[in-house]
């Protein structure tokens, strides 16, 4: 579409839900460092973390620098092959020891995420293009009490094998680095995105500890995401489908399977400040584990997360400031630890010309 009617596009959606594209966008390269606690892959980790888009995902930003801080809590735990993998990844397994493991693994993660985004003004390909980077820091702990028992295999010769453990690692640290790019286009209700993203694993991260904030290796992630948005009712839909591919964990020569998630969201504008909405996703991995360093074979993970969501739009200065709040319950889980997870978002974005607010956007306060 033609640049008048993305500038209109622009400053109707980032006036009626401006922080949470923003945000959407934040949040990307936010799911990326938060990977170290999604559990799943080598060791209970993967790449991205679920819920990382949501409603508005993939409408328009308003052009220039839009800055997203976000404080991410969860709390998992599992039991069965996700603790025994955490014990095969800090090396607390003997080589030779043909292992079963009852008891269970538990994590409490708390990070503070800063994600830096720009808009640029001219449009790409007829769309928009937007580049960001996000940082992390935070505080992980992580505990593990089990028994380990089975075969300790030494030459020739078998033994019996018996050992209680219960131990527990606490790390604050920097995460890794994620840059991502992505192009939006709008027309009329419907809204379209493709983004590209990544994992440069220079975060907190030893293959013998079992708390990490970085994920310990490299990994790129592409996606597709479409949003209905009507701004005569105020009704919202969004959904991103993704694909990860991680390359190996130089240090455990370790290889996670190819990654799928879904991220979806949909909210009610009740005015043109204030949204309501479930959100929710689902993850899966498609692809199995190999290298070296896999000692438990193809170790699918999946997850399922449902929850609400609360939004609220308000002026900062000649800026403008967006709030929200969104959790999940997690289930359906295999070969992940599972739990709950909080997010509180504040996003400070380019306030819109009110000249280029339509006037179906009075239209949604009711």
């Known amino acids: 579409m033609g640049s008048d009617a993305v500038g209109e596009k622009l400053g109707f959606f980032q006036r009626s839900c401006p922080s949470r594209t923003a945000l959407a966008a934040c949040v990307l390269a936010i799911g990326t460092s938060l990977s170290s606690i999604a559990w799943a892959d080598e060791g ?14 993939a409408t328009p930003l308003q052009p220039g620098l839009t800055l997203s801080t976000t404080y991410y809590h969860t709390s998992v735990s599992a039991s069965g092959d996700v603790a025994l993998a955490r014990e095969f990844e800090t090396r607390r397994v003997p080589v030779g020891l043909a292992a079963t493991l009852s008891g269970s693994v538990s994590a409490n993660i708390d990070l503070a995420l800063v994600n830096a985004i720009y808009t640029f003004p001219t449009p790409v390909l007829g769309g928009q293009a937007n580049i960001s980077l996000l940082s992390i820091y935070g505080r992980s702990n992580t505990s593990l009490d089990a028994t380990l028992s089975g075969v300790l295999t030494v030459g020739p010769f078998q033994f019996p ?7 527990s690692d606490t790390v604050w640290g920097f995460g890794d680095l994620y840059p991502m790019l992505s192009l939006r286009w709008n ?3 419907s809204n379209w995105m493709v983004y590209l993203t990544g994992d440069i694993p220079v ?5 013998t500890s079992l708390a990490n904030i970085g994920i310990g290796h ?9 949003t209905y948005f009507n701004p005569q009712t105020g009704h919202e839909f969004s959904a991103v489908l993704g694909i990860t591919y991680n390359f190996t964990n130089q240090s455990t020569q370790y290889q996670n399977g190819v990654d799928m998630h879904l991220d979806w969201g949909a909210s009610q504008f009740l005015s043109k400040q204030f949204l309501v909405g479930i959100v929710g996703y689902v993850y899966k991995e498609v692809g199995c584990d190999s290298g070296s360093g896999d000692r438990l074979g193809c170790f699918q993970s999946q997850v399922v997360g449902l929850g609400p969501q609360i939004g609220f739009i308000f002026p900062v200065g000649n800026l403008q400031g967006y709030l929200n709040l969104k959790g999940y319950r997690e289930f359906a889980a295999a070969d992940r ?5 909080v997010w509180a978002s504040f996003v400070i974005s380019p306030a819109p010309p009110m000249s280029s607010a339509p006037p179906s956007h009075r239209m949604i306060t009711k």
């Open 337 to 341: 630890p599972d739990g709950w997870n």
């Open 44 to 57: 209970g980790v993967s790449f991205w973390l679920p819920g990382l888009f949501g409603s508005l995902a």
């Open 203 to 207: 975060g907190t991260y030893s293959d």
């Open 187 to 189: 027309s009329g209700v």
């Open 218 to 226: 490299g990994a790129i992630d592409a996606g597709y995401g479409y």
């Open 161 to 167: 094998f018996l050992r209680s453990d219960s131990f």
